[in-house]
């Protein structure tokens, strides 16, 4: 311990400096493909729990745009804990996976659908993600219809 655990690996940096990151490429070509097929949303909105990277209002549609590695995606090969400050790592990614849950169970209180939609389905697809997305808004849509 002591002046060891100060130590970041450039590889850990790149990642904390990931932390806050916002309207990264591949969330920009989810976005512009979403409007590109006549969905209307809204960006970051404050005032719903969790700020949702994108929220479809009318349809109470919140999406999160998870990278992989910072909330724990389980089953993901991107998802790997660091061999250094294991334990730091461990604590800090479970921290913000119960942070996920309760944010979701918010919005799911307040009778919205949430959605997260992962980096690597992003990296390996984008019109599939933003799919999964449009049939959600569809389903939604159509309950306002009765
Ligand atoms: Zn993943």
């Known amino acids: 311990m002591g002046a060891r655990t100060l130590v970041t690996t450039s590889k850990n940096s790149e990642r904390m400096r990931g932390i806050r990151r916002q309207d990264t490429a591949p969330e920009m070509r989810l976005r512009s493909t979403l409007h590109a097929s006549g969905l209307r949303y809204r960006l970051h909105r404050k005032q719903l729990p969790g700020t949702p990277d994108i929220a479809f209002v009318a ?38 996976r119960s942070r996920d849950e309760a944010v979701r169970e918010r919005l799911e209180g307040l009778g919205w659908r949430v959605l997260a939609i992962w980096q690597c389905e992003l990296d390996r697809d984008i019109k599939e993600a933003a799919n999964r997305i449009k049939v959600i808004i569809k389903q939604r849509s159509r309950h306002r219809c009765d």
């Open 59 to 96: 349809q109470k549609v919140a999406v999160f745009v998870h990278g992989c590695f910072w909330h724990a995606h389980a089953g993901c090969a991107k998802a790997t804990v660091p061999k250094s400050n294991t334990d730091f790592w461990v604590r800090k990614l479970e921290q913000n």
